[in-house]
T-cell receptor
């Protein structure tokens, strides 16, 4: 059965204090790994898709990387506006269209 | 480009009452999804439509949940009768046919009393 585990559950950072979020996955034939950001009271907002081990993608202060067993979301010099819950999801090759989400990491960045 | 539109944003009902949620996907997106998100958890897929056809409804509790997408655009998700455990956020998402990236709406927060 496909499984996605995110750690830590919550992360409190000082502004400018870089850190990484982890997403470990077990899936039969990874088709894609997705990162979303979710603000309170809103729907998930798409950030990145990664397809193969070694792939990296960047957007502003965020950088996502992928290995065969896990993905990392690096937040460099975060600002208070980066506070959100970050969700990781996988799509298996035999389950096109079905995203299996982790529970998310809640990030709070204080000034 | 307008995003996925959902209504209502909030709904409070008594248990055993019916409730319906509406979704309008991004223009040109043939694939539509309904997800359920419990507090502190990630979304879970309920049903996926390709145009008018429900191609994956294996996670939809069919005894009380139903969905339709009659003209291949808007969709409605219904619960009848609602139970206390149905309190959650119901999210709609859409994607271009064959594309991997799903775009989510703001969700409807349902509270069953």
């Amino acid at each position: 059965e496909d499984q996605v585990t995110q750690s830590p559950e919550a992360l409190r950072l000082q502004e400018g204090e870089s850190s990484s979020l982890n997403c470990s996955y077990t899936v039969s034939g990874l088709r894609g790994l997705f990162w979303y950001r979710q603000d309170p009271g809103k729907g998930p907002e798409f950030l990145f898709t990664l397809y193969s081990a070694g792939e990296e993608k960047e957007k502003e202060r965020l950088k996502a990387t992928l290995t065969k067993k896990e993905s990392f979301l690096h937040i460099t010099a975060p600002k208070p506006e980066d506070s959100a819950t970050y969700l990781c999801a996988v799509q298996a090759g035999d389950s096109w269209g079905k995203l299996q989400f982790g529970a998310g990491t809640q990030v709070v960045v204080t000034p | 480009e307008a995003g996925v539109v959902q209504s209502p944003r909030y709904k409070i009902i008594e248990k055993k009452q019916p409730v319906a949620f509406w979704c309008n996907p991004i223009s040109g997106h043939n694939t539509l999804y309904w997800y359920l998100q419990n507090l502190g958890q990630g979304p879970e897929l309920l049903i996926r439509y390709e145009n008018e056809e429900a191609v994956d409804d294996s996670q939809l509790p069919k005894d009380r949940f139903s969905a339709e997408r009659l003209k291949g655009v808007d969709s409605t998700l219904k619960i009848q009768p609602a139970e206390l455990g149905d309190s959650a956020v119901y999210l709609c998402a859409s994607s271009r046919q064959g594309a991997d990236t799903q775009y989510f709406g703001p969700g409807t927060r349902l509270t069953v009393l």
